[in-house]
């Protein structure tokens, strides 16, 4: 699913996803991933990376918006964005989000 300069893909395999599985994916595509974890109601206002960015969640949901659209990405889901993609971030107080990052 596209959506203006992000790219999400949902998770779609049988089985839940882990971060062992996430990280052992992202290395072959040639990211160094770093996990990253945000406590409920944790929030990032607009900012922008200068390199390409993924975000790839393995627990809890994060909500994103860019460009006037917001979408949320539950566990296994994958954000893929542009370099200098203008977006913030939020935590829903549900509960933390765990995720890997990587950049290129």
């Not at 607009?46 to 006037?68: C, F, M, P």
Request: charged content about 25%.
């Amino acid at each position: 699913m596209t959506r203006l300069d992000a790219k999400i893909t949902l998770w779609n395999e049988e089985f839940p996803p882990t971060r062992e599985i996430i990280e052992k994916r992202m290395k072959k595509e040639g990211f160094s991933p770093w996990p990253w974890t945000d406590k409920a109601g944790t929030q990032y206002g607009d900012h922008q990376h200068e390199n390409s960015e993924v975000r790839w969640i393995y627990k809890g949901k994060l909500i994103i918006g860019t460009a006037g659209e917001t979408f949320t990405l539950n566990p296994g889901d994958r954000l893929d964005m542009p370099p200098n993609t203008i977006h913030w971030a939020k935590v829903p107080l549900t509960g933390p989000v765990s995720y890997l990052c990587g950049e290129k």
